[in-house]
Each structure stands twice: as structure tokens, then as C-alpha cells.
């Protein structure tokens, strides 16, 4: 039990020093970041900004992760992610200094402030499938769920840091020091980036181009029904608890009368609760119990916070009420991304967190909106009713309906050590080995099947043809001779002889496993017949 303990711990992962400089750079600052977004509310609600601009502010800064996050993460798996980071804090200590210049001048307005929200947030769209990944590239295994976990749990310290300096601050130095603040902590992250060495495990192979990396993510998703899964609990997930971010501080101002520079307390009071599960619910959980188990108790505790919040009236209580909240959203936001991790080969793990963040990113956007309109024509009372009862349906449709049961436990017995497969590995005249870019190629495999055993050979080539299409090819079939029944061939495309070499260097042992078990169902004594051929269209359509 001690052991478990150790290895749930949220701790473990600030043993790694490089892990452990950045982590602390992060937590400085994030509390920038949310004095930063505490005097944005602020500075809006002096300009005289409506209710519907205010609520808008979380669905612009989720728009760019929808728009730009999948991009990003196909560079993030072209590129050297440590660039990609360091660019961004440029990017955003730029942005956070300009905004300090504009209010300083008197230049600053609602429209401007949102405007600066999508630029902010355009850097963390194109910064986050970078950094996800250097969480993994930079720990151990061991650690992956505690660097994951201690990067949220470095959210909610700055969540509550950065809005209390913020609400302190404001009335003392005014809203452009805040702003400038940021720019300093932006430009911190930047020295600490800049230190870090990189350790890097390369593929001999060439890189693939970003059009390749690109369409290489959409295959993945598309075959790989772990992956889809995930993206849906993402997406729900998401949809409903944007009503928080969007409406708390409306439901602050409006029901709870507060003054805009004490809305920064709802936000600490939410971080403290999730300081809270990051440093004891989390690991006591995982200790004991599923990561659905853990979910489906998360989501339960968010909806009572929603009813909650519109039947509390005291300021008070309302925090402990937030706090709640908190607590609920880490702990299962927390469960959805290490499952995510644990579903991801390192080769498209850029790739498939920029389409986690994007799927999510999105849904909070449309939350938003649907949420922000919502209460501006129903009033904030019947939105958040109205969300915890969408929120207890889904459970119910996710865990009781057979044909929509959706669960995340399959994550924990995932395995990706490499281990190429042999079903393809007839060996060539090393004088006549096509270019990298040479292609398309076919690669062919006879086999003869038992013909009491046909259904069982058909029900394993779906999961075959899965494994190839989503490892990088783009056309799978399987033929039967006409004039040999039980004779089957299995015919593979891939767009150039790099797509090949990267296919067969990403199979995983779980897959060569699923391959074999195909290879047990032959009966002819002899290897299966293959073949590997490289097209020659373009020398037949050729002129001249």
C-alpha cells in the first residue's frame, strides 16, 4: 500500500530538476497570468461592458484552440518543441505589455481587451500540444500522471495567487502594472525554456512534412476507436462546464452584487478547491479507484455545484460553494487527460493533444455561447438549472444506454513499446530501395485459411486493417481468390516508401501480438507470399 501510495503521489514528478525549474517558473508566472485576468474583468466592467460581451470573453479565448490547436500540434511533432515554447512567451510578454501601454494611454476598450484575449490565446493554442508533450519527453513513465497532475495542480495556485494579487493590486498600482506584470512573468518562462536541455530519442527516418503530419493525425483519430472515445467525454466534458468560466462572474455580479474587483475571490476560492483535490483527493483516488469510478463521482459533484450556486445567496457560503466546484472540475479533468496520455504513441502525441485541446477548446467555445445567450434571455437562475439537468442526462445516456456506454478504464492497460512488425518483411535488393519520397507502394500478403476458422480469420483482419490505417496508410483491402476459397490476400497502400519505413518503425508489440494471431490462423506450412511493389504511374503518364 506504501508503494502504491509513492507511485499515486502528486508529488513525484518535482524529484526531475528540469521538471522541477519549470514547474515553479509556471506557477509564478500563471499567478501572473491570473492577476492579469482579474484586472481584465475588472477593466472591463469599468468600460461598461454588457453581460453578453462579459460571458463572451471564454468563448474567444477557446475559439483559437479550435482553429489553430491541430495545426500546431502536427508542428509540434515536425519542429523542436523547446523553439515553439520559446517563441510563444515572446509572443505573449508582447501582447501583455502592449495592453499596459494602451491603458496607461487611455487607448483601451472592451473590443480591444477581447481582441487581446484571442491573440493570448492563439499563443496557447499553438504553445499547448508542445508543452504536453515535453511533459512526457522530459519525465519518466513513473511520473508521467504526477508532472500531468502537477501541471493543473500549478493552475490552481496561480488560480488562487493571481486573483487575489489582482482584487489587492488593482486599487493600489492600477491596472497597467498588472498588465505588465504578466509580460515579466511571460519573459521568466522564456529564460527557464531557454535552459533546459533537451534530450532527444530521433528517428533515423525523415520527418514527415506538414501536410503528411496533418492528414497522419485526422487517419489516427478516424482508426482508433480508444482515441474517439476520449474526444467525446472531452467534448461533454467541456460543453458543460463552460457554463463556470462563462457565468460564475455574471452570477457574482448580478445576484450576489459583488464589486468587480472582489470577482477575483470566486476564482481563488475555485482554485483552492482545486489545490484541494490535486493534493489529497487525487492520489487517495487513485489509490483506490477506477479512473470512470473517479469521473462519474467528479461529475456528480459539479452538477450539485451548479444547483447550488443559484440557491446560495450569501457571499460567504458561495465561495465554499466555488470551492466545490473546484474541487469537482480538477478530478475529472484531471482523470480525462491522463487516460488521454496513456492512449497516445509518442510518435503523435503532439498531434493527438492539440486534437484533445482543439475537440475541447471547441466545445467550450459553443458552451459559451449557448450558455451566454441562454441567461441573457432566461436569466442566470434557469441557465444553471437548466445545465445541471443536461449534465445528469448525459450521465445517465454515457453509463446506462449499452449503445453509448462510454468508459475510460481501457486506458490503463495500454501498452506502445515498439516492436516492428514482421508481416512485411521480405527482404530487398539494398541497390534498388526507392527514395524517401518515392511512392505510393503496395505491400501484398498471401495467406490460406482454415475454412472452419474463415469467420475468425475475417473478425481479426478488421482490427489488422485498423492497426495499418491508422499507423500511416491510406488504403487497406482484403481479396478472396475466386477459384481458391479460404485463399486471401492483403493488399496495404501507403503514399511514399517514408510512410512505409515510419509505419513498420511506430507498430507496437500490442499490435505485433494481433498481427501473429492472424499469422495463427493459416494452415500452409510455408511464410505467407509477399509482396512489395512501387508504383510507376508517372513513368507511364510521363510525355515524350
Request: aromatic content about 10%; charged content about 15%.
Amino acid at each position: 500500500m506504501e508503494e502504491t501510495s509513492r507511485k499515486t503521489s502528486t508529488w513525484l514528478a518535482l524529484r526531475n530538476p528540469a521538471f522541477r525549474k519549470l514547474w515553479l517558473a509556471m506557477v509564478f508566472s500563471g499567478s501572473c497570468i491570473g492577476a492579469h485576468n482579474t484586472a481584465v474583468y475588472w477593466a472591463l466592467h469599468s468600460l461598461g461592458a454588457k453581460t453578453v460581451l462579459i460571458s463572451l470573453m471564454a468563448t474567444v479565448s477557446a475559439l483559437p484552440s479550435t482553429l489553430f490547436t491541430l495545426p500546431a500540434g502536427a508542428i509540434a511533432d515536425m519542429v523542436d518543441r523547446k523553439k515553439i515554447l520559446l517563441a510563444v512567451q515572446l509572443w505573449h510578454a508582447s501582447i501583455a505589455i502592449a495592453l499596459a501601454i494602451l491603458w496607461m494611454a487611455h487607448l483601451l476598450n472592451p473590443y480591444l481587451i477581447l481582441a487581446s484575449a484571442f491573440l493570448f490565446s492563439v499563443g496557447f493554442a499553438f504553445s499547448s500540444p508542445a508543452q504536453s508533450a515535453v511533459f512526457a519527453e522530459m519525465v519518466s513513465s513513473e511520473e508521467l500522471a504526477s508532472a500531468y497532475t502537477l501541471g493543473g495542480f500549478q493552475m490552481n495556485i496561480s488560480g488562487i495567487i493571481g486573483p487575489l494579487l489582482g482584487g489587492l493590486l488593482i486599487p493600489l498600482i492600477g491596472v497597467s502594472f498588472i498588465f505588465g506584470g504578466n509580460g515579466v512573468g511571460f519573459l521568466v518562462m522564456f529564460l527557464v525554456i531557454l535552459g533546459w536541455q533537451r534530450l532527444r530519442t530521433q528517428s533515423n527516418l525523415p520527418l514527415e512534412n506538414f501536410f503528411e503530419s496533418f492528414t497522419t493525425a485526422i487517419r489516427y483519430v478516424r482508426y482508433t476507436p480508444g482515441i474517439k472515445i476520449l474526444l467525446i467525454r472531452h467534448t461533454l466534458f467541456s460543453f458543460f462546464i463552460a457554463i463556470i468560466p462563462s457565468l460564475m462572474p455574471v452570477l457574482g455580479l448580478t445576484e450576489l452584487h459583488l464589486k468587480a474587483s472582489h470577482l477575483g475571490y470566486l476564482f481563488t476560492s475555485q482554485a483552492v478547491g482545486s489545490v484541494i483535490s490535486s493534493a489529497f483527493i487525487i492520489p487517495w483516488a487513485r489509490a483506490r479507484y477506477s479512473p470512470q469510478h473517479i469521473t462519474t463521482l467528479a461529475d456528480l459533484v459539479l452538477l450539485l455545484s451548479c444547483c447550488l450556486m443559484v440557491l446560495v445567496h450569501r457571499p460567504g457560503v458561495f465561495l465554499v460553494v466555488a470551492a466545490l466546484a473546484g474541487m469537482g472540475w480538477t478530478l475529472s479533468a484531471s482523470e480525462l487527460w491522463v487516460a488521454s496520455q496513456r492512449a497516445m504513441p509518442a510518435w503523435a502525441r503532439g498531434r493527438m493533444n492539440a486534437t484533445m485541446v482543439m475537440v475541447s477548446q471547441g466545445a467550450t467555445a459553443l458552451g459559451g455561447v449557448i450558455w451566454g445567450f441562454t441567461a441573457h434571455h432566461a436569466g442566470v437562475v434557469s441557465t444553471f438549472l437548466g445545465a445541471a439537468v443536461f449534465g445528469l442526462l448525459v450521465m445517465i445516456i454515457v453509463r446506462v444506454v449499452p449503445a453509448f456506454a462510454i468508459s475510460i478504464d481501457f486506458t490503463k492497460s495500454l501498452s506502445f513499446e515498439t516492436a516492428p512488425a514482421t508481416i512485411f518483411s521480405q527482404h530487398l535488393d539494398p541497390g534498388r530501395l526507392p527514395a524517401p519520397k518515392d511512392g505510393p507502394v503496395s505491400i501484398t500478403a498471401e495467406f490460406q485459411v482454415d475454412p472452419t476458422r474463415r469467420s475468425e480469420f475475417i473478425k481479426a483482419t478488421r482490427s489488422v486493417r485498423l492497426i495499418f490505417l491508422r499507423n500511416g496508410a491510406y488504403r487497406w483491402h482484403l481479396y478472396e481468390e475466386l477459384n481458391q476459397p479460404n485463399k486471401f490476400r492483403m493488399e496495404v497502400t501507403v503514399h511514399s516508401w517514408k510512410q512505409h519505413l515510419l509505419q513498420l518503425e511506430r507498430m507496437t508489440k500490442n499490435e505485433k501480438e494481433v498481427i501473429d494471431k492472424l499469422h495463427g490462423l493459416r494452415i500452409d506450412p510455408n511464410p505467407p507470399e509477399e509482396w512489395i511493389s512501387l508504383s510507376v504511374d508517372r513513368e507511364v503518364l510521363k510525355k515524350g
